[in-house]
């Protein structure tokens, strides 16, 4: 077939910050989709050149787009051409396919909306508050300066940026490892360590590792949603166990399980911090049940008096995983954490994670490492720690000082009060009244499973001392 002579197609207008020949691209492409050229079409660059009023040069560029695009096909000898395929480029009107979801989309997406992280949760009171005390806010004391001069050191440094492994730079894992071993009095070498997206992304691996339906996964009750929904959407069976003002009730473990996942330092979302006794008993369970523990230490860096317990993991590192993250003490956004586990765990993550996410962020953990060794990131935290403790102390004296038939008990650590409710009261009654006063509450309803005691979750760490004392005036009206 001889080849068709083009009619001139309309050169479009310009859009802003576009290169002429992008343009010229962009016309020809056009125009071949809306059939105005037909497929073996000879693009001549003088003819559109002198037709359109730029320059050869242009033409010539845009074609050797199209070219690499597919629409443009180079004859030997002859000439360009619209490729005869072009045709197959034009856009076709599809109905979005009724795929049904995955076992584990159904599972994930559960009967209730979870916005992630501890967050704000589905019952809380909804909108914007004059003062807010719902959970998960950042208590805005990111190091903002540290963290882009760590960051703008390590960017340049091309030999670390291109050799990272599944779990992280060795110098970021051993430098938290040295961070655990000091200060938190945790087993760990660098070769326990692997860098995780943030505590949550460790619970879905996890999970996706050692759980499926017919193995069972112990989870605190009230408890942490992160977990209980990783581990459900994999299909396992929930054993949720009680909790009470000593943290859980170690005597209502079940028989037999895969694994249990535990807040021993600080409990979420009630605070309470697991005692010895009951920390013997959790190890010896794990023991006799061949069960590991997860041991997940968020609050460990915002203790408000003394140093939280040492964790489990310190005290028998081959049957405990633990998990932290830098969520709480840099910023929830930057998705950085770890978790620690024996190297035989690790060998099965460094082989799984490729799966999902290759490897963690090189930049991050580059910086992370530097912010670590150098000491920073204890200053920064010196800073940060001393205040949220005086916050937390705000807020406990004023609810001690106003409302002490509640009985407010301090937190031993982390960005939230919990304060339990008289039986009496509703607690979405007073979230609501609350919030017609312009302040934010969160409840404890979503946390649990088993019994429901009213109660509320009193997120501090954002507020100063003003916004703190007028929440529990607003407070006391709303009861
Ligand atoms: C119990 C618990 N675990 C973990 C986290 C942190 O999760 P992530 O590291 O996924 O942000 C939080 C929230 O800060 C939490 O409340």
């Known amino acids: 077939m001889a080849p068709t002579s083009a009619p001139l197609p309309p050169l479009l207008p310009a859009r802003p910050g576009e290169a002429q020949h992008q343009r010229a691209a962009r016309s020809l ?43 443009v096909e180079v004859r030997p000898r002859s000439g360009s051409y619209l490729a005869r395929q072009s045709e197959t480029l034009r856009p076709v009107a599809l109905q979005p396919p009724a795929v049904p979801l995955s076992l584990w989309a159904t599972r994930a997406l559960g009967a209730q909306p979870w916005r992630g992280g501890p967050g704000i949760a589905a019952g809380d009171g909804a909108g914007t508050f004059e003062i ?16 882009a001069q760590a960051l703008a050191r390590r960017a340049g440094d091309a030999e670390a940026l291109l050799s990272a492994g599944e779990l992280g730079p ?5 430098a938290i490892a040295d961070w655990l071993t000091r200060e938190r009095g945790a087993a760990v070498t660098a070769d326990m360590v692997m860098l995780t997206g943030g505590t949550q992304s460790a619970l879905d691996l996890l999970g996706r590792i050692y759980l499926e339906p017919g193995r069972t996964a112990v989870i605190e009750d009230p408890g942490y949603p992160g977990a209980r929904r990783a581990f459900g959407a994999v299909g396992a069976t929930l054993w949720p166990v009680a909790v009470d003002t000593g943290g859980l ?25 697991l005692g010895a006794a009951r920390r013997h008993e959790l190890l010896a369970w794990a023991q006799r049940t061949q069960s590991f523990i997860v041991e997940d230490d968020y609050a460990a860096d915002f203790h408000h008096a003394a140093r939280p317990p040492t964790p489990l993991q310190g005290l028998a590192p081959e049957g405990v995983i633990l998990l932290g993250t830098f969520s709480q003490s840099l910023a929830p956004a930057l998705r950085s954490g770890y978790l620690v586990a024996p190297p035989a765990v690790l060998g099965v993550l460094a082989r799984t994670r490729p799966l999902t996410d290759r490897h963690p962020p090189t930049l991050d953990a580059l910086a992370l490492s530097d912010f670590l060794a150098s000491g920073g990131y204890m200053r920064h935290l010196r800073r940060a720690r001393s205040q949220v403790a005086h916050r937390h102390g705000v807020l406990l004296d004023a609810l001690q000082a106003h409302l002490p038939q509640l009985g407010a008990r301090p937190a031993r650590a982390g960005l939230h009060l919990y304060l339990p409710l008289p039986p009496t009261l509703s607690e979405a009654g007073v979230i609501s009244r609350a919030a017609e006063a312009g302040l934010g509450l969160s409840g404890a309803a979503e946390y649990g499973q088993l019994t429901h005691a009213p109660a509320l979750l009193l997120g501090f760490a954002h507020l100063g001392p003003e916004a703190l004392r007028e929440a529990v005036r607003r407070l006391k009206a709303a009861l």
Request: charged share 20%.
């Open 29 to 71: 492409r056009e125009a071949a989709k809306a059939g105005v050229l037909l497929p073996g079409t000879r693009l001549s660059s003088r003819t559109l050149a002198s037709g359109w009023g730029v320059a050869r040069n242009t033409v010539q560029d845009a074609i050797d787009q199209l070219q690499a695009e597919g629409y």
């Open 132 to 147: 807010d005390l719902r959970l998960g806010q950042s208590p805005g004391l990111f190091p903002s300066e540290l963290w």
């Open 170 to 174: 060795a110098e970021t894992r051993s």
């Open 249 to 273: 009730d170690t005597t209502r473990m079940p028989e037999r399980a895969t694994l249990a996942y535990v807040t021993p330092g600080c409990q979420f979302p009630t605070t309470a911090t």
